[in-house]
């Protein structure tokens, strides 16, 4: 009996429509991340059903026209009428080759894009959705999930069984489509049970497992891609479509996982894998080798090693291990997973929880330099009182600005875990408790802190202060840390009136250069002073001594004057006058006016003759080249 | 045989991995548990372990970490008491004291829906706390006169009270404040004041720097003038000695006074022709004496 199988082909396509179109409005209005995830495959599934329909409309064409072409060369009974050109005789054989050599790689490129697309934004998606089913709709999305899982399943099984049976390789994709699902529908409606169980986020982990599977799938559709290209082709064979996934046919019917791997390995290598040894111990002992598996995984969990730097917690049935509550670095021992679990912490690590705005440090263009007043963070101010204002009474409904002023302040605060136990057990976010307690710590220590001091020479000491009141904080929340450093290197003013605190810096520098500059001025000026009091006095003391020694060289030479004076009182007169004459008019000019007559007037011009002088001048001969 | 013997380990095997799965969970150290029939909770567990229940849909455990959370609230704007707007946030470090209270309370005990109803209390204590004390209790240049301490237990112990009252089975263990804020608007007045601030400071700087440097110059310039002065009357004081003791030697001079004077008015001669000096004599002055008699360049009439 012939089937019409483009008939299962169209009703594998409007289920996978429908169940698609009402996931999805189902899982949105539960708020379940699986159902949407799952309704993405159930749309891809119908895309596949849809070509696979269509090319089997072709395949039917191309039956239909044979048969016409057969009908009519046994009635004219010859066969040239399929001699003018094969092309113009078959139309619908050329068709679907055609179909099948540019239509299906297309379309199968395509899929791969939704399917590498779809699991790369879903993945994105899903890192920042909440897990949050709606508590009171639950229980109508997972209903909804199993009633599609129950009639895809049917659907499906019959469409597979079908297209096995009468080897239909077109209605193939569309029943592995269906199949998977069916069972995705099922996993769907599990996970939104959990949600309402005990699991809170098994919701989200089954969408994020099912978007690795999505990529795997089209990992799958890539390599086929590739392959379809070095496939060696047997003439005749009739090839698989390209877009018929092993993978979702294999999830769709697990059962099938031999023969379908046997099956992709005949398909590859163009001969009988499934024959060989090796093949054939595998598929006998597959039981087996999952026991080992079974047995190799639980035995694993027997064993710890914890890395140096690390420390880990055993738990016994969730109870901490007497004696052995912290395994150090090292392999130990354990019952296996369940009854036992390890809880890892890097313990030597030294952790850094930041108060205040966070630096800059992802960004690649930010400047090496950091300067106050230039942004290098999301600016976070804290209050510091203004010690230059006291308190005042502000009016009811006035603005003007307290008494306060603004820091900024990045202040990294480092520590490790000394107590694991007091670290894990106390607290449920022991870093986050750290935090707040050390953002308290430093708003506690700047409403008070003087602004200069604790900006410049009192910083380290401001650390210091402040490491011991967080480490103080810490101890009494029992947090089982120890604060190994504070670092204010962060604090200063916003970027806002960062400017106006440069510019006090530059003029109380250009004040000290002012100072600097007139002390050197006075230095310049006492000693100078001193300099001419010096020669004043020195001038002074020579001419004394001058004086001392003229008044006793002039006595003596007096008293020697006496004798020849008073033996030739009128010859030593003018002898010693003529004498000093002679001495004393060498040099000097000299008119002697002999004139008798006295009534001339005598004109004279004593200006020195200063032109003469510059006319006896030579001018030198320019040097010869 | 074989065959079916492994299928009925397998089988076996999974068949109690199920039934742990459906009649057993476990407690950790951080957790407690509430275990409910059809619904009611049942049983309250505080100790960490293994235990038994009956399956789902019959009995179903809810676990919940019985370690110390912390939860801060939103950086939210008061008024204080001297009308000072006040941007506050605190944390809470809370736990769950008693898990069968806790669960019915909360949306099948819900964390953030625990989180929602503490932040609204916590909203009201700081508001009620904030307006009973002035900005100098928050920000004060004197440490002693901080109230820190004092407001943080102001609003742990209203929120203890009204948790108490709404016996909820949590508690809160320590609060603390986070944050201390201002308004957009009172930060921009903040950042002009500190603007002005900074603006006195620099003409502080610049005519100090002015005035030091020329209270520096005069005083050197006084200084000096003191070095000079002094050196002078030192001068003087020596010229005066010199010429005391000069004068000590003039009796030798009164043994010939015509001779002395004599003597001086040649020296003085001999002083004052030093510099180059253009003389003019007649021929009356001797030596040109000697001239009288000869012919001059003019014959006379």
């Known amino acids: 009996m012939e089937r019409n199988i483009q008939r299962y082909g169209i009703i594998n396509l409007l289920m996978l429509l429908l169940a698609a179109a009402g996931g999805y409005a189902v899982a949105r209005y539960a708020g379940s991340l699986a159902g949407q995830v799952a309704s993405l495959f159930a749309g891809l599934g119908a895309l596949v059903a849809l070509i696979s329909w269509f090319q089997m409309r072709l395949e039917e064409s191309e039956r239909l026209e044979k048969l016409e072409l057969d009908e009519l060369a046994r009635a004219k009974g010859s066969a040239t009428l399929f001699e003018a050109g094969k092309g113009e005789t078959f139309p619908a054989q050329r068709a679907r080759l055609q179909f099948e050599k540019y239509f299906v790689p297309a379309f199968t490129f395509l899929l791969l894009i939704a399917q590498a697309g779809g699991a790369l934004l879903l993945w994105r998606w899903l890192a920042k959705a909440d897990a949050a ?125 031999i023969t379908t791997a046997a099956e992709v390995l005949d398909y590859q290598f163009g001969f009988k894998v499934s024959d060989t040894w090796f093949y054939r111990f595998f598929e006998r002992n597959l039981t087996v080798l ?34 052995q509550e912290i395994l150090g670095p090292g392999l130990h021992l354990k019952s296996p997973w369940p009854i036992s679990r390890v809880y890892r912490y890097r313990t030597e690590q030294i952790q850094t929880v930041t108060v205040g705005f966070a630096d800059d440090d992802k960004d690649e263009h930010a400047s090496p330099v950091i300067l106050w007043a ?170 004394r001594q001058r004086l001392e020694v003229t008044a006793v060289a002039r006595a003596a030479a007096f008293t020697n004057q006496l004798p020849a004076f008073n033996a030739a009182p009128s010859v030593y007169l003018q002898r010693a006058y003529f004498q000093t004459f002679a001495r004393a008019t060498e040099g000097a000019r000299m008119y002697v006016l002999l004139t008798t007559n006295t009534e001339d007037v005598i004109e004279f011009d004593l200006k020195d003759s200063v032109l003469r002088d510059y006319g006896s001048l030579t001018v030198p001969a320019p040097p010869r080249r | 045989m074989k065959r079916n013997l492994l299928t009925f380990v397998i089988g076996g095997v999974l068949v109690v991995i199920f039934g742990l799965l459906l009649f057993s969970f476990q407690v950790r150290q951080t957790e407690v548990a509430v275990v409910t029939t059809f619904g009611k909770p049942t049983r309250n567990i505080d100790q960490p372990g293994f235990y038994w229940k009956l399956p789902w849909p019959i009995q179903k455990q809810v676990k919940f970490d019985q370690r110390i959370q912390t939860f801060e609230d939103k950086f939210t704007e008061d008024l204080t008491s001297d009308n000072n707007n006040l941007l506050t946030m605190v944390y809470v470090g809370w736990r769950i004291s008693d898990a069968k209270l806790f669960f019915p309370k909360f949306a099948g005990g819900s964390v953030s829906a625990a989180e929602r109803m503490l932040e609204g209390i916590l909203r009201s204590a700081k508001s009620a706390v904030v307006g009973k004390h002035s900005l100098g209790d928050f920000v004060n240049a004197d440490p002693n006169q901080l ?155």
């Open chain 2, 147 to 301: 109230k820190f301490d004092a407001i943080e237990n102001e609003i742990k112990a209203q929120v203890q009270a009204q948790l108490a009252a709404n016996n909820c089975g949590l508690v809160v263990e320590f609060l603390g404040i986070k944050k201390l804020g201002l308004p957009d608007s009172v930060t921009q007045a903040v950042f002009e004041r500190m603007t002005s601030e900074r603006a006195v400071l620099v003409s502080k700087s610049q005519f100090e720097g002015e005035a030091e440097a020329q209270k520096i110059r005069s005083a050197a310039e006084r200084e000096a003038a003191r070095i000079t002065s002094e050196a002078e009357s030192q001068a003087i004081r020596i010229r005066g000695e010199g010429e005391a003791k000069a004068a000590e030697l003039l009796p030798v001079f009164e043994l010939n006074p015509g001779l002395a004077n004599f003597d001086l008015r040649l020296k003085a001669i001999e002083q004052s022709l030093k510099e180059k000096s253009t003389l003019i004599f007649d021929q009356r002055t001797p030596p040109f004496d000697l001239f009288q008699g000869f012919a001059t360049n003019r014959p006379s009439k």
């Open chain 1, 133 to 257: 089913v709606n508590p009171t709709r639950w229980m109508i999305t997972a209903a909804f999930f199993a009633v599609c899982f129950l009639m895809l399943f049917i659907l499906g099984r019959f469409s597979a069984t079908i297209a096995r049976l009468e080897d239909h390789r077109l209605l193939r994709p569309g029943a592995s489509y269906t199949l998977l699902s069916a069972f995705l529908c099922a996993i769907a409606a599990l996970g939104v049970a959990g949600v309402s169980v005990d699991f809170p986020r098994a919701d989200l982990q089954i969408a994020r497992g099912l978007c690795v599977l999505l990529g795997v799938i089209s990992l799958e559709t890539l390599f086929t891609l590739i392959f379809e290209i070095y496939r060696p082709r047997v003439k005749g064979k009739i090839g698989r479509p390209l877009y018929d996934s092993r993978l979702v046919g294999m999830l769709g019917q697990p059962e099938g996982l």
């Open chain 1, 290 to 323: 999952l026991l080992v598996q079974i047995g190799v995984f639980l035995l694993s969990s027997c064993f710890v090693l914890v890395d140096s730097g690390e420390q880990a917690l055993l738990e016994r049935f969730g109870r901490p291990v007497q004696g």
């Open chain 1, 374 to 543: 230039v942004g290098h963070g999301k600016e976070d101010n804290f209050l510091v009182a203004n010690r230059d204002h006291s308190p005042v009474e502000a009016k009811a409904g006035d603005r003007k600005a307290p008494p306060v002023s603004l820091l900024t302040v990045n202040i990294p605060i480092q520590f490790q875990v000394t107590n694991l136990v007091a670290w894990a057990y106390n607290h449920r976010d022991s870093s986050n408790l750290l935090q707040q307690i050390a953002s308290r710590e430093v708003v506690r220590q700047l409403v008070s802190a003087d602004l200069n001091e604790i900006m410049s020479h009192g910083r380290l000491e401001a650390g210091a202060r402040l490491r011991d009141r967080i480490q103080a904080a810490t101890d009494a929340h029992k947090l089982g840390a120890r604060i190994l450093f504070v670092g204010l290197q962060g604090i200063h003013p916003p970027v806002k009136v960062a400017p106006e605190y440069t510019k006090v810096v530059a003029e109380t520098q250009k004040k000290k250069a002012k100072i600097l500059a007139a002390q050197a001025e006075a230095i310049s000026t006492n000693a100078f002073a001193g300099a001419r009091a010096f020669t004043t006095v020195n001038t002074a003391e020579a001419e």
